[in-house]
């Protein structure tokens, strides 16, 4: 199917990232792919909780802020996000690309991301 009406993206999304569910944002030196792959480790590194709000044009936007702090060495940037069931484990939902986050990172940086800053859509 080419398109869907705005109305059924709404539905689609909600249905993966529920309103107000608090999930846990990620982050990734390399692609995550489908499985989560390549997530930061080291330092102060801990997915931070992440909450959504109701679907807009077939997209939800993060309704809290996240701060990463005290993060590792990453030569190759942070330029990947993903957002998990769990705090620690749990399940892969998906992700997508950073902004501002390529280029090497020292060590001790932290990374914040505002409320709205995190958006998932349907594609």
Excluded at 30 to 52: C, D, K, L, M
Aim: glycine residues 14%; charged residues 5%; aromatic residues 8%.
């Amino acid at each position: 199917m080419a398109l869907l009406a705005v109305a059924s993206e709404n539905t689609a999304i909600a249905a993966v990232f529920v309103p107000s569910t608090t999930y846990y944002l990620s982050l990734h030196s390399a692609t995550p792919g489908q499985t989560g792959a390549s997530e930061v480790s080291g330092g102060s590194y801990a997915r931070q909780a992440i909450t959504f709000g109701s679907a807009t044009a077939g997209t939800e936007l993060s309704t809290n802020s996240q701060t990463f702090t005290n993060l590792p060495v990453e030569a190759s940037g942070i330029p990947y996000f993903g957002i998990w069931s769990t705090v620690s484990g749990g399940t892969y939902i998906g992700g997508g690309t950073t902004t501002g986050l390529t280029g090497s990172l020292p060590a001790g940086i932290s990374v914040n991301f505002a409320t709205g800053a995190v958006s998932v859509s349907v594609s």
